[in-house]
């Protein structure tokens, strides 16, 4: 890792002013992208885009947080556990990697309630909070995870009311890992406050790009970022930058 520690990748020292001011977690964005912005292949493969260094720091940084969310098209698409596992970092808190009751939540966005009770992340490795809309037949999942119902939205579910059922269970941060679809909804409604993306020097030329549609039609609209930190993780770069807001 490069000379940041984990508390100022995930950017702990904003936390507090976030969640007393917003009601809600404060939010990393974390994506691993090619030279050319795309996150996953045209047939949909993304294992692997960054490389072995990139991947082992991702666990430190989801132990740093308190949740991790996906969206249902990452949990079909790649089936992910989620959960902080063991590798030579001496950083990793093994006792986070041993102890499920230590692991941050697993969180899938999942509107029609479509994740499959044998799930990666539905196995006992660690919680897991899986969102539906009120109204979705969860019943398969009863008794494997805890299920949280709120209100659907323009697309998909409510991202307030799901933050907000985040922050009722005590999550003070949130690293979210995509897929682009849902954190193009984050980043329309204001609910990004820093992002993490690991760039491969590697090129696809088709597939997703790292950010779905975001709301934003023209460059007046450009979301700016100021950027954190520049760093060589691996192979690959990685950038921070945070989210700036108008007081
Ligand atoms: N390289 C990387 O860093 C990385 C990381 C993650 C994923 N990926 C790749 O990304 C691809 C999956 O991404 P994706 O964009 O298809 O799926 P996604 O963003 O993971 O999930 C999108 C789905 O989330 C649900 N959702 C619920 N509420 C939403 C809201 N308010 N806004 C938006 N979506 C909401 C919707 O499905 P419902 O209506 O069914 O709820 C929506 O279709 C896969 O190829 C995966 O390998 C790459």
Redesign the pocket.
């Known amino acids: 890792m490069g000379a940041l520690s984990v508390d100022e990748l995930v950017g702990r020292d904003e936390w507090d002013s976030v969640v007393r001011q917003h009601r809600r977690p404060f939010v990393v964005y ?4 090619t030279l050319d912005g795309r ?2 292949a045209e047939d ?4 692997w ?1 960054t490389s072995a260094e990139s991947r082992a720091e991702v666990h430190l940084l989801r132990a740093g947080c308190d949740a991790t969310v ?6 079909q ?2 089936n992910p556990n989620l959960t902080v596992r063991g590798n030579d970092d001496p950083r990793l808190d093994l006792a986070i990697v041993h102890n499920p009751d230590r692991q941050p939540l697993r969180v899938v ?4 309630a ?1 994740t499959p009770a044998d799930a990666n992340v539905c196995n006992d490795a660690a919680p897991t909070l899986v969102v539906v809309a009120e109204g979705a037949d969860a019943s398969h999942l009863n008794g494997v995870v805890d299920v949280l119902k709120v209100k659907r ?1 323009d ?5 307030p009311a799901v933050l907000t059922g985040l922050h009722a269970r005590g999550v003070r941060a949130v690293f979210l ?9 984050f980043i329309a409604q204001g609910l990004v406050d820093r992002v993490v993306n690991y760039v491969a020097p590697a090129l696809l030329g088709s597939g ?1 790009s790292g950010l ?1 549609d975001a709301g934003i039609r023209s460059m007046s609209g450009i979301l700016r970022l100021e950027l954190v930190d520049v760093a060589r993780s691996g192979a690959d770069v990685r950038l921070v930058a945070r989210t700036v807001r108008s007081r």
């Open positions: 974390k994506f691993a992208a996150i996953a949909g493969t993304s294992q885009i996906v969206g249902s098209g990452t949990q698409a790649d966005i999942d509107s029609n479509k939205a697309r998909g579910l409510d991202l890992e995509g897929g682009p679809t849902l954190a193009g909804s997703k779905g």
